[in-house]
Structures are given as structure tokens and as C-alpha cells.
């Protein structure tokens, strides 16, 4: 059996769509919320997959770092990274990838979970990252028994 817990953190960015065509081209921001489901197939002595004091510290640490207050920019927006670097102090963040909350979330799950929980013995299995009250995206992994059919 496996247990799952969620911890949700709250940040601000700003963003741009990179050749979106609409008005998410433009440079605006978002107050996101970001869902961490994070699942192990054990407990510790407690009884817990992990301290919900201990996921947040782990990944709020990290959105504060990387995300909060920045710009999340695609690398390849060379325009919005050359205005955007203009700004003296500024925070960029470059994306592999437009960063729109599908990728925002796919990032979070595929790249920044596996190395915040390195050594918890929990696994992220869904990050959902809200960018407005009434829209969210959701990135998942398949449950190991069923990701070999």
C-alpha cells in the first residue's frame, strides 16, 4: 500500500506566453498556488510518509529560491530575456519550455521534485499548479503497477 499527502504553497510570478498570438504574450503575472502530492510506500516511526513541516521547507525552499518574485521565461524568448535583464535587480528564471501552468507543473514534478526529496524516501506523484481560482493544471506519474502496461 502506498500513502499519499498534499502540501500546498502559495508564490507570485510573472510570466509571458512566448508566441501565444493572444494576450498571455504579454508580460503579467499570476498569485499561483502549487499542489504537491508526494506518496511512499512506508511510514516513519511516527506514522507519517513525511513531515509536512519537512515538504514544505523542501519545496517552498525551492520556489523561494527559483520562482517567487521572478520572471519564468522560455529559453528560447530571447526578447523578453533581453528586456527583462535590463531591470537592475531582476529575477529570471529560464524555462526549457514555454511557461505556461501545464509546464510550470511538469517542471516542478519532472525536475525540481526528485531533487528536493532526494534521501526523504517519498516519491512526488502530482504536482497541480493553480493560476487563477478557477484553473488549474495537473502534471502526474503513471502508479509503478500500472506504468508497465
Given at each position: ?96 519550455y514555454n511557461p505556461t501552468a501545464e509546464n510550470m507543473a511538469r517542471y516542478l ?41
Amino acid at each position: 500500500m502506498s500513502l499519499t499527502i498534499m502540501r500546498r504553497i502559495k508564490f507570485c510570478a510573472g510570466h509571458r506566453l512566448f508566441e501565444h498570438g493572444g494576450k498571455c504574450e504579454h508580460f503579467h503575472g499570476h498569485n499561483y498556488v502549487a499542489d504537491f502530492f508526494v506518496t511512499g510506500d512506508e511510514v516513519d516511526s511516527v506514522g507519517r510518509v513525511l513531515d509536512f513541516a519537512d515538504l514544505k521547507a523542501r519545496t517552498k525552499g525551492w520556489i523561494d529560491e527559483n520562482w517567487d518574485h521572478s520572471f519564468l521565461v522560455f529559453e528560447g524568448d530571447e526578447n523578453a530575456i533581453q528586456a527583462l535583464e535590463l531591470v537592475r535587480p531582476t529575477r529570471l528564471f529560464k524555462m526549457p519550455y514555454n511557461p505556461t501552468a501545464e509546464n510550470m507543473a511538469r517542471y516542478l514534478l519532472e525536475e525540481m521534485c526528485p531533487k528536493v526529496l532526494d534521501g526523504t524516501g517519498a516519491r512526488a506523484t502530482s504536482v497541480r499548479i493553480w493560476e487563477t481560482e478557477e484553473s488549474y493544471a495537473e502534471a502526474s506519474v503513471s502508479p509503478p503497477e500500472l506504468s508497465n502496461q
